[in-house]
């Protein structure tokens, strides 16, 4: 028999102030837990807490205590699942870009290092995000109680081998902390929609919006889309937060229907692990 799980998108405007981005999220994910009585998954976007230069990266250090602490908080208060968005972090001598999980106890049960780190738009060799953070090794996947759970950073969107390896180990629901650049806003929207297509998965998307610096100008749009596609929910051009219900059997319903995941055919692929430029 079918449930219904409850999603929250949280969509905040960043700025120089690691404590005003913190109250700030704060104060729209208490709005909507209070609204929405019951919540199955809270989703904040990538670095909302802090965005840095890259020529920051020696003031940097480990996660915070009174990031994890008020994540915790929240989690166990309102018995939910936070994917606490994403921050830039010190560890074991590198920085990442880390993504944690709560569970409805408040215990962090898993992690995520950013995979795909974006050094596009012939941006100069010190301004690329690999000058800032060390790229993540490992996928997280987690049999949440609602369904089996992962999350991506971001650029990660752009790559559909990971969603679809994802898809390939059972993954449901996925969750994406974003800070997605103006003007692609029509990129953002379409990648998570498709995304969701291709793999028959819930795919929520949660982004920053608004203007950091005259370099950093993020087009929010936050969506929620199911695995037909559809958009369930978006976020306004503003802060705020966005929520769904969804139903638990709807992924095995639509992958029964389409039949992408069990029509494939592997022996045919050719996925090269190197970019290859012959014949252009």
């Given amino acids: 028999m079918s449930e219904k799980i409850s999603i929250i998108g949280i969509q905040t405007i960043p700025t120089r102030d690691s404590q ?72 074991d001598g590198r920085l990442f870009n880390t993504s944690l999980l709560f569970d409805r106890k408040g215990d962090v049960i898993g992690s995520y290092d950013k995979v795909h780190l974006f050094d596009v738009l012939n941006a100069d060799a010190d301004k690329g995000e690999s000058n800032l953070v060390a790229r993540g090794e490992e996928l997280l996947v987690h049999d949440a109680d609602f369904g089996r759970i992962s999350v991506m950073i971001c650029y990660d969107i752009r790559f559909p081998e990971l969603a679809r390896t994802l898809a390939l180990q059972g993954v449901q629901y996925l969750f994406i902390p974003a800070a997605f650049y103006m003007p692609r806003f029509d990129h953002w929207q379409n990648l998570l929609q498709a995304t969701a297509i291709h793999n028959s998965m819930y ?78």
């Fill in 203 to 280: 795919v929520t998307g949660a982004n920053l919006y608004g203007r950091l610096d005259d370099a950093r100008i993020f087009c929010g749009r936050s969506l929620i889309a199911d695995p037909w596609g559809i958009s369930v929910a978006m976020a306004s051009d503003k802060p705020g937060f966005i929520q769904a219900y969804v139903d638990t059997d709807y992924c095995d319903t639509i992958k029964d229907a389409v039949g992408s995941l069990r029509n494939r055919v592997p022996a045919v692929y050719d996925i090269p692990s190197n970019h290859k430029t012959e014949g252009r």
């Fill in 20 to 91: 005003k981005n913190l109250e700030q999220a704060v104060d729209i994910m208490e709005k909507a837990l209070l609204l929405h009585k019951h919540a199955d998954m809270v989703v904040l976007p990538e670095c909302f807490w802090y965005f840095p230069h890259n020529n920051e990266k020696d003031t940097i250090g480990p996660i915070p205590e009174e990031f994890v602490e008020t994540f915790s908080y929240y989690a166990k208060t309102y018995n939910t699942y936070i994917t606490a968005g994403s921050i830039i972090n010190h560890r």
